[in-house]
């Protein structure tokens, strides 16, 4: 099967890397654009604070506060909305590389973007409510079993009195432990909802259902599949990471990082794809 993904991967990487590349480009250009009417306007007032001050040109003092008031809510306006779209083309993406993985796996003569993507759009309130429900699910999980073991923590803490710094540490670094592996857990029983959704047209409820169904007896080996890849773009990214830290040049350091994360991320997709068919196979 790893195989297989990296065959899919290297064999159409330029269509697996465009939709990553456009919405990187889309992004940029919202912060960069925002970013730059701040600081021209920032750069104007400046400069004729500076003007007044170099000519002894009598002038109204300018109000930084108001003008504070102004400028940064507009940075983060721009910066909020690119991460906004980031979030809703990403859940777009993946359902849209999910359906041309499946088009290539399943021997679709003429696998399209295009398609995939139309496919991908009329599946994005599914993708959407499932997304939010696996975070409530998970921040649910965990705040009350944080809460629960953080309840005789402090019973053990009282008993061993507050001056016991050693303990609370302890207590503190085993709740966090804790927490880290219920995430890892239930994430990994959520791995195929993005597949359930978009090859099997299930609601977001019910992907959530079909994803714990399918994985439920083949957790570690999803669990392992998902270390693999992250082993694998690790590298990837890790020698990306030195080339581009050979650029001085920060707007070329940060093309090559993009390209990288272009190159990486359709791997998951393309690999979870295609155990979820294996899923399918075993237990049906």
């Known amino acids: 099967m790893l195989k297989l993904t990296f ?32 600081g021209f306007d920032l750069g104007f007032l ?3 604070s500076y003007a007044t001050f ?9 109000d930084w ?14 910066i909020a909305t690119a991460i906004l ?5 990403k859940l777009i993406i993946q359902g849209m590389l999910v359906k041309y993985t499946a088009d290539l796996h ?9 398609d995939s993507f139309s496919h991908a759009l009329s599946r994005f309130l599914p993708l959407l409510g499932a997304t939010i429900l696996m975070i409530l699910i998970i921040l649910g999980i965990v705040v009350a079993v944080g809460i629960g073991i953080m309840h005789v923590l402090a019973l053990i803490f009282t008993s061993a009195g507050t001056g016991n710094v050693l303990l609370i540490i302890a207590g503190v670094l085993i709740v966090l432990l804790i927490m880290i592996v219920l995430i890892i857990i239930i994430t990994t029983y959520f791995r195929v909802i993005t597949q359930s959704i978009m090859l099997e047209d299930s609601g977001a409820v019910q992907s959530l259902k079909r994803s714990w169904y399918l994985v439920k007896g ?4 999803t669990f392992l599949l998902g270390i693999v890849i992250a082993i694998v773009t690790g590298i990837i990214v890790a020698i990306g990471g030195a080339i581009a830290s050979l650029a001085d040049i920060f707007i070329v350091s940060m093309v090559i990082s993009t390209i990288i994360n272009a190159i990486i ?16 196979a075993i237990k049906g």
């Open 7 to 38: 065959t899919y991967w290297a064999r159409k990487l330029p269509y697996f890397m465009l939709p990553y590349l456009l919405i990187s480009l889309i992004s940029t250009l919202i912060i960069f654009g925002t970013l730059a009417a701040v």
């Open 46 to 48: 400046l400069g004729v």
């Open 54 to 62: 170099l000519h002894h040109i009598p002038s109204l003092p300018i």
């Open 65 to 78: 506060e108001t003008q504070w008031q102004t400028i940064l809510p507009t940075m983060f306006a721009g």
């Open 85 to 89: 779209i980031t979030a809703f083309f």
């Open 106 to 114: 399943q021997g679709v003569e003429k696998p399209s973007l295009k």
């Open 218 to 221: 083949r957790w570690w080996l």
């Open 265 to 280: 991320s359709p791997i998951e997709i393309i690999a979870f794809t295609l155990w979820f068919f294996d899923l399918k």
